[in-house]
Each structure stands twice: as C-alpha cells, then as structure tokens.
C-alpha cells in the first residue's frame, strides 16, 4: 500500500514539473489569438469617478478626476423604470440620497439628488461634497467626455441594460477604450455578447481559474481573453472588512490572500501577455506603494489628486504593458 502511495505521489509530481517545463519552453511560441486588449495604460483609475473628492458617480466628479490625470474613469451602471440607463451605484438609495427608494422602481425624472456632503465609502469619516448631485444618465456622461477611457461595472443581470449599454458604446464609437466589467461571470457573458470586441475585466469566477491554471502549471498554453485583473490588494481586508481594527482574523485572512495572488512569476507572466493588474480601492500613499511594489500596473482610488502627486513622484517599478493579445 505505501508502495503504490508513493508511486502515485511520484507520478502526480512528475507530472506536475514535465507540464511546467513544458510551460517554461514553449511560453515564447505560444501566443493563442484572444480580443482586444486596452489600447493604454491605465496607472490611475478615478473610483466612482473619485468620491473622496466630489460626489460620486457624478459629472462633477469625472471632470475632477480628468483634471488631476485620471487614466481611467470606473463608474457603476443601473436601469431606471422607464428604462434609462444611469451611472449610479447603488440600487436602494437610502446611502446616497437619504430616501430608501429603488432606483430600478423610479423614472429617471424622479430620481433624488445625492446627499451632499456623503461620506466616502472606502474612507469611512471622510465625506465629499459638490455643486452637482444629480444621478446622470450614462448617455449624458459619453456625450460629455468622448475618447475618455471608462471603465463600466453592470450591477444588475438585466439583458434591457446589457444592450442598452452597448448599443451607447456602438453610437458613440467608443469600443476599444470601454472596458466591461463585474464580478459576475454570468453577467460578463451576456455583456461579451451584447458587445464582443469590448475588452472586458475577469469575474471572481475566472479569477479563481486563473489561479488554478498558474498553479497547475497550465496557464501558458490557455488563452486568455480578459483585458484587465481588478483585485484588492491583500493588505487592506483587515482595514476594510473586518470591524476589529488589526483583528487577527483580519492578518491571517490578508496574509494567506498575499501569498495566493500575489505571485511575481504569476503578476510578470498577466504583464506579458497584455493584461494589466490594477488593485483597488486604495486611498493612501502606504498603500499605493504596496501596490505597485507587488506588481501592479495600476490603482484604483477614491482620491484621484492623491494619487496624481504620488505618481509624480515616485517613477514606476512595474514594466510597461504590451498591448498584444493573448
């Protein structure tokens, strides 16, 4: 018994290290066709348009973000009654107005205003403020900023918002520099088709293959068609989820997480093929120089000023991002 034990355990790891030699020499040649990747580099993503510094998701907001440098603007995307399509990110709107009403149950017309000042939800005590705290339309929003890269998060598996979404993206021509994302793999299958030369971000779902393939030592011979990996960074789960500060059910939670995901073999191998790993939602210089410390290539923040000082102060230790496919 213990013979044929280690016998298998032999053939397992054989196995094991023959797949990953064959990774290792065939990665060059092997480059399967995948979609589009984005066409830039996205070092600064403004979250909600950087509600630490106006109201979120507003047009305030995004010409805030804009005007501090923001590669990239990451907005949330809803369907009212009467089937308009606005950027908002919550669908009861208790948090952000003050008035627990559903937004999908109203007409666009009749939707509140943002509270003003609200506070920041990834920066608990801190509130924001601004002139604007309307929720707008996402039709006004592309009109408004056109060839600016967005980055949009579909809340809802809803197919009505889905199409509208990308039909908005067709008419205003603005496929390449759109990025669809959620953590819903059934919802980004339904975006991918409503849409398919979008680039799209990985769901939970796919990132956890990701991991199984990196750790098989198959990952080099699967294509990959995602654009972009957004994920926490490790460190900031204690901070976030957890009510205890410093809990140790926080450190140990944020310690294994690091050390899964946050492989430099595997962060290099995501670079090369084009996909950039941008963390979230970050909002302070410790944890920026986390990020890009790990291997990051962009940062997803509340306080897009912030962020902008850091950038210009400290030169990236992360290569540039091909813009291949894989």
């Given at each position: 018994?213990?013979a044929?034990?280690?016998?298998?355990?032999?053939m397992?790891l054989?196995?094991?290290?023959?797949?990953?030699?064959?990774?290792?020499?065939?990665?060059?040649?092997?480059?399967?066709?995948?979609?589009?990747?984005?066409?830039?580099?996205?070092?600064?993503v403004?979250?909600?348009?950087?509600?630490?510094?106006?109201?979120?998701?507003t047009?305030?907001?995004?010409?805030?973000?804009?005007a501090?440098?923001?590669?990239?603007?990451?907005?949330?995307?809803?369907?009212t009654?009467?089937?308009?399509v606005?950027?908002?990110?919550?669908?009861?709107?208790?948090r952000?107005?003050?008035?627990?009403?559903?937004?999908?149950?109203?007409?666009?017309?009749?939707?509140?205003?943002?509270?003003?000042?609200?506070?920041?939800?990834?920066?608990?005590?801190?509130?924001?403020?601004?002139?604007?705290?309307?929720?707008p339309?996402?039709?006004?929003?592309?009109?408004?900023?056109?060839?600016?890269?967005?980055?949009?998060?579909?809340?809802?598996d809803?197919d009505?918002?889905?199409?509208?979404?990308?039909?908005?993206?067709?008419?205003?021509?603005?496929?390449?520099?759109t990025?669809?994302?959620?953590f819903?793999?059934?919802?980004?299958?339904?975006?991918?088709a409503?849409?398919?030369?979008?680039?799209?971000?990985?769901?939970?779902?796919?990132?956890?293959?990701?991991?199984l393939?990196?750790?098989s030592?198959?990952?080099?011979?699967v294509?990959?068609?995602?654009?972009?990996?957004?994920?926490?960074?490790p460190?900031?789960?204690?901070?976030?989820y957890?009510?205890?500060?410093?809990?140790?059910?926080?450190?140990?939670?944020?310690?294994?997480?690091?050390?899964?995901?946050?492989?430099?073999?595997l962060?290099?191998?995501l670079?090369?093929r084009g996909?950039?790993?941008?963390?979230?939602?970050l909002?302070?210089?410790?944890d920026?120089a986390?990020?890009?410390?790990?291997?990051a290539t962009?940062v997803?923040t509340?306080?897009p000023?912030?962020?902008?000082?850091?950038?210009?102060?400290?030169p990236?230790p992360?290569?540039?991002?091909a813009g291949?496919?894989?």
């Amino acid at each position: 018994m213990a013979a044929a034990v280690t016998a298998a355990l032999g053939m397992t790891l054989g196995l094991a290290v023959g797949l990953a030699a064959a990774a290792r020499c065939l990665r060059p040649r092997f480059r399967p066709p995948g979609r589009p990747r984005l066409p830039f580099r996205a070092r600064l993503v403004a979250h909600r348009g950087g509600a630490g510094e106006r109201i979120e998701n507003t047009i305030e907001a995004f010409e805030n973000a804009l005007a501090q440098g923001a590669d990239l603007l990451e907005l949330d995307c809803r369907r009212t009654r009467d089937g308009v399509v606005v950027v908002s990110h919550d669908r009861r709107l208790l948090r952000q107005s003050g008035r627990d009403l559903d937004l999908t149950h109203i007409d666009f017309q009749d939707l509140p205003p943002y509270k003003s000042p609200l506070e920041v939800t990834f920066a608990p005590g801190c509130l924001s403020s601004g002139s604007d705290r309307r929720i707008p339309r996402l039709d006004d929003v592309f009109r408004r900023f056109p060839g600016v890269p967005m980055s949009i998060e579909i809340k809802d598996d809803d197919d009505d918002l889905i199409n509208q979404v990308a039909a908005l993206v067709r008419f205003y021509d603005r496929a390449p520099i759109t990025l669809w994302a959620s953590f819903q793999e059934p919802i980004l299958r339904k975006c991918r088709a409503a849409h398919p030369t979008m680039p799209y971000a990985f769901s939970l779902r796919r990132g956890l293959l990701l991991l199984l393939l990196y750790y098989s030592g198959l990952l080099p011979f699967v294509p990959l068609g995602e654009s972009v990996l957004l994920f926490l960074l490790p460190a900031i789960i204690n901070r976030t989820y957890f009510p205890i500060p410093q809990s140790w059910a926080g450190q140990l939670l944020g310690k294994v997480v690091e050390a899964v995901t946050m492989r430099p073999p595997l962060l290099r191998h995501l670079r090369s093929r084009g996909i950039q790993i941008i963390l979230w939602v970050l909002n302070d210089d410790r944890d920026f120089a986390a990020a890009f410390a790990a291997g990051a290539t962009g940062v997803v923040t509340d306080f897009p000023a912030r962020l902008r000082r850091y950038l210009d102060t400290h030169p990236s230790p992360t290569a540039a991002v091909a813009g291949g496919r894989g």
